[in-house]
């Protein structure tokens, strides 16, 4: 819920579910069956294929790079660069890209970018170590890269069989939708977002070469992922890599826990992205994830001011008591 002063101001409505690698729902609240787009959080399968393909490998890219293909980073310098050489180190660049143009998704991206004097380009966009992995993942197939956002490119036809493999679906339950970068986004009910970061968390945890590496790339390189403060960088950070957060978008929200073969998934019912991380915490704080009185860095997330054009703290956002 928004406060203002002792009013409530607006409600948000949050669904969510807690699924096993086993397939039971070990919990929900609201409708576990309500459509979320991935958005995405279909990254780490969308760079499964390519992974376990060989030819991530076979450009020379380590767990940096891993984890830069399943991030939605922050737009900072460090991202650019990365992205920059993963282009150069396949004879690409940026405009071969296929994700628009945006401002960086971090205070510190924006503030850097305009002190250099640059403006947005591709690769500031948080999608684009996702891009240069799936040009590179096509140029390495000797497939065409023109095109290779579009539904019926095999780049992406082995995305879509990657969230079938892991969700347990079929692709004619699939809503096949445009994401904002382009590439193709898969609408499924709730439920099967969390089993499928259940039964990859509880993979990785078994020994899976593939799902092993993804989440020991991101965990090794929280910041790659997400960004300064970005809230799966420091949920990542802050449990030392026990959680592996994954942010959707519209208020979509997966966590995966390896060791418990365990994930959760939520979706923000109108979409506002004020709350899902306030509901995220909260319900791992429920499961014992995370402990009732959470660090500092996770507490800045929980409850958030609402501030106004004087500076002055009027309210905040936080889960309704």
Same mark, same amino acid.
């Given at each position: 819920m928004a406060t203002r002063g002792d009013a409530i101001e607006s409600r948000h409505h949050v669904h969510a579910v807690v699924r096993s690698a086993e397939g039971a729902i070990l919990g929900s609240a609201g409708d576990a069956s309500l459509l979320a787009v991935w958005r995405s959080c279909a990254k780490p399968f969308q760079a499964f294929s390519f992974v376990e393909s060989g030819g991530f490998d076979a450009c020379g890219w380590g767990a940096e790079e891993l984890a830069l293909a399943c991030a939605s980073h922050g737009g900072e310098p460090e991202h650019v660069a990365l992205a920059r050489r993963m282009l150069s180190s396949i004879g690409l660049e940026e405009g071969d890209l296929a994700c628009g143009a945006h401002e960086p998704m971090t205070r510190r991206g924006v503030r850097l970018m305009h002190q250099a004097g640059e403006v947005p380009t591709r690769l500031h966009n948080n999608c684009s170590g996702k891009h240069t992995a799936m040009l590179a993942y096509a140029r390495g197939q000797g497939w065409p890269t023109l095109g290779y956002e579009r539904r019926g490119h095999q780049v992406q036809e082995q995305a879509i069989a990657q969230v079938a493999r892991w969700s %347990?679906?079929?692709?004619?339950?699939?809503?096949?939708?445009? %994401?904002?970068?382009?590439? *193709?986004?898969? &609408?499924? @009910? =709730?439920?099967? =977002?969390?089993?499928?970061f259940a039964r990859l968390g509880?993979?990785?945890?078994?020994? %899976? *070469?593939? @799902?092993?590496?993804?989440?020991?790339?991101?965990?090794?390189? @929280?910041? =790659?992922? &997400?960004? $300064?403060?970005?809230? %799966? $960088?420091?949920?990542?950070?802050?449990?030392?890599?026990?959680?592996?957060?994954?942010?959707?978008?519209?208020?979509?929200?997966?966590? $995966?826990? @390896?060791?418990?073969?365990?994930?959760?998934?939520?979706? *923000?019912?109108d979409g506002a992205s004020r709350a899902q991380h306030p509901a995220v915490l909260k319900l791992l704080q429920l499961l014992g994830l995370l402990p009732s009185v959470l660090p500092q860095r996770l507490a800045a997330f929980a409850r958030t001011p609402i501030v106004n054009t004087r500076n002055e703290v009027v309210g905040d956002v936080r889960v309704a008591s």
């Open positions: %347990d679906s079929r692709r004619e339950d699939m809503k096949l939708l445009v %994401d904002g970068c382009g590439v *193709v986004a898969i &609408g499924l @009910p =709730l439920s099967s =977002l969390a089993f499928a509880a993979a990785a945890a078994h020994g %899976d *070469v593939v @799902p092993a590496r993804i989440l020991e790339a991101i965990a090794a390189h @929280p910041f =790659l992922f &997400g960004g $300064t403060e970005r809230f %799966d $960088t420091v949920l990542i950070e802050e449990s030392n890599g026990r959680l592996i957060s994954k942010v959707g978008a519209e208020g979509v929200h997966a966590v $995966t826990i @390896p060791a418990e073969g365990i994930a959760i998934a939520i979706k *923000v019912e």
